[in-house]
């Protein structure tokens, strides 16, 4: 199993630029999330998914689109690149069952918005 | 507004000292309460867990202990070492509609001196 992958590593945008952060997990996975981590703020939830077809907003969803068409994939697209977007991007998935999930986390994305 | 607050932002601790980094909530809803460790250029991993109904939970030098009536939990780390130097983030999560997802507070940035 490869787990969660991201790509890319790391991606510098000019502002006004639209791009599409990739995730895709081979785990068979239900739940797959969005988070953004800033110093100081921790792990902020932009989108998650509860299953394919179905998503719902985070804590800092403006500025941020996601789909979930199949079980594997949930990728993040950022519309038009503001420098605020500047973050390390981490997508994560877990089972979802009612025993409480570990959540696998992705090696992450460095994005830089100029 | 901050589901779980974290204290404190960052932690010094010597070699074969004790590090203790505090969680509290507010949402009586919770039943899961994962700690997740992070190295620098890596995501989060899961590092202990434990559930409501159990006051605490060790796993080798790392213990959680829980306080339901105050809301609160801890992760204890004795004997801490050099490798343990990591930022740590303490989560809660509940059953229904969002089962799946977790509630991250914003870190404990602990620092381990040789």
């Known amino acids: 199993n490869a787990g969660v992958t991201q790509t890319p590593k790391f991606q510098v945008l000019k502002t006004g630029q639209s791009m599409t952060l990739q995730c895709a997990q081979d785990?068979?996975?239900?739940?797959m999330s969005w988070y953004r981590q800033d110093p100081g703020m921790g792990l902020r939830l932009i989108h998650y998914?509860?299953?394919?077809?179905?998503?719902d907003q985070g804590e800092v969803p403006n500025g941020y689109n996601v789909s979930r068409s199949t079980t594997e994939d949930f990728p993040l697209r950022l519309l038009s690149a503001a420098p605020s977007q500047t973050s390390v991007y981490f997508c994560?998935?877990?089972?979802?069952?009612?025993?409480?999930?570990?959540?696998?986390f992705g090696p992450g994305t460095r994005l830089t918005v100029t | 507004q901050q589901q779980v607050k974290q204290s404190p932002q960052s932690l010094i601790v010597q070699k074969g000292g004790i590090s203790i980094i505090n969680c509290a909530y507010e949402?009586?809803?919770?039943?899961?309460f994962p700690w997740y460790q992070q190295f620098p250029g890596k995501g989060p991993a899961l590092l202990i867990a434990?559930?409501?109904?159990?006051s605490e939970k060790k796993e080798g030098r790392f213990t959680i202990s829980f306080n339901k009536s105050a809301k609160q939990f801890s992760l204890h780390i004795m004997d801490s070492q050099p490798g343990d130097s990591a930022t740590y983030f303490c989560?809660?999560?509940?059953?229904?509609?969002?089962?799946?997802?977790?509630?991250f507070g914003r870190g404990t940035q602990l620092t381990v001196w040789p």
């Open positions: 434990i559930r409501p109904d159990v």
């Open positions: 994560a998935s877990s089972p979802r069952t009612t025993r409480g999930d570990e959540q696998y």
């Open positions: 989560a809660a999560s509940m059953a229904g509609s969002t089962l799946g997802r977790l509630y």
């Open positions: 998914s509860v299953g394919a077809g179905i998503t």
């Open positions: 785990m068979n996975h239900e739940y």
């Open positions: 949402n009586t809803a919770f039943d899961y």
